[in-house]
């Protein structure tokens, strides 16, 4: 974000070892716009797997022995064929199972009930909901008597994301004779389902101090042509001390299948006591469209937004948001997105600079190898358009993160960001961008389910313009959020 004012006035009116030159010529006001972060339109990784449930065991356990058996013994006993498959099911063993379900659909006398509920387990093992569901549907088709088989279609239709029609399979085997274990999972899962389907909210605040709080460059001295320029103290970086906070609210309506509309609606800012002037505060709201399974996701959102700054009314935005992503295995995801943004600007002098619009895109791959561990990266590019084309710039990236949950009970998560921006000719400007991200808590420090995290933010920018453009900003700050 690149967001600073400063005046620079010429050392010849402050120092006497100056006096007896011209008058120094003052230099233009150089004014960077603010709300301008690249964090807010990177594609972001999932955390958590997708979970499969183990199937509802309805088949009844049977003794068996240890004999060796060949293809020929199965062909010519279908019942014994059957009962390795269901002992196969009850001990997951699922490359046995696939062997097993491929030999047993070419015995004449199989059980096609059988082989449609173990090939749907299988599938289901293997996160194919959609081929899993349509076996079940099947058997539930011919065999509406069969409440656990249905169970285990409402699960398998909850897992893929597609919640009115597993609210509807749970209700009607609550109608059926099933016994307690199998009432209080249905009665379980219909209470997750009301909770998906209800609004979501999320609330934070933190104490931040910012050692540079205008992002202006710490250079105080300006040579120019032979004579020395001073820049006043207002174009300093300044430090603040204030409070920086979020809420939003969203929900997604399943429309019907894995289809749904989706709304959204956040308000963030900072508020600094000892710095009001640069104050931030920022309303979005966006609807729009999202398709969803287990493995696969897609969203498009129109969306509005308003910024102020210092109390006044400083910009306002609009576009929209494209993003698709999907699990490629059990540890691997790649997520896409791409926005396209208008901004408009309240002051005339912004306006008739900065107006314009940002085209961008982001890609992320995200690895999991196990439990609380996911290692991230990523490339970013973005293209904006501003009225006075100098304003203009080509901005490429790449960043890499990690999020790890240790053993002891602490958590951290720290991520590294690197950026090339060039702007348009005949400018010559060209910034490197790095930053770094650190945050620590412990998972058991916690009140009314808020737990604190202490949070390290570094920003460092190193422009060929440096007097003007290169700066560099550390925070320190303490995170509280909830979600309910």
Known sequence: MLKYLF????????APAFANEPPPQVLPTVETPFFDDPLKIEAKPKPKKPEVAPAVDALPEKQTESVELNEDDLRQNPELAAQLIERA??????????????????????DVILYDYASGALL???KKHAQAIAAYRRIISAHPELSYVRLDLAGMLYENKQYQAAKDQFERVKADNIDANARMLADAYLERIQKQ?????????QYERND????????????????RFVRDEDSLPKRANGL???????????????HYATTEASVDGTWYWDNKDYSEESVRVSAGYKNQNIRRWASFKPFVGYNRLGGESYSR????????????????????????????????????RYNGHLNSASFTAAWLPTAGLMIYGGVDYSREHTVEKIESSDRKGGRVGVIKEWNNGLSTRANLRYALRDFDEPSIRRDKEYQANVALWHRSV???GITPKLNFRYLKIDSNIPVFYSRQNRQWFITLEKTF
């Open 7 to 14: 005046i620079i006035s010429s050392i010849g009116v402050v």
């Open 89 to 110: 099911m009850r001990s997951q063993n699922w490359p046995l199972l696939a062997d097993l379900l491929s030999l047993y659909r070419t015995i004449p006398e199989h």
């Open 124 to 126: 289901r093992s293997q």
């Open 197 to 205: 389907a209800g609004w979501q909210f999320n609330a934070g605040v």
């Open 212 to 227: 540079n709080v205008n992002n202006a460059s710490s250079v105080k001295y300006i040579e120019i042509g032979g004579r």
């Open 244 to 258: 920086q906070y979020n809420f939003s609210v969203e929900r997604d309506w399943n429309l019907t299948g894995n």
């Open 317 to 352: 935005n609009f576009g929209a948001t494209a993003e698709y992503g999907g699990w490629v295995n059990d540890n691997w995801q790649l997520i896409g997105s791409a926005v396209h943004m208008q901004r408009h600007y309240a002051r005339d002098y912004h306006a008739k």
């Open 446 to 448: 916690h009140l009314y």
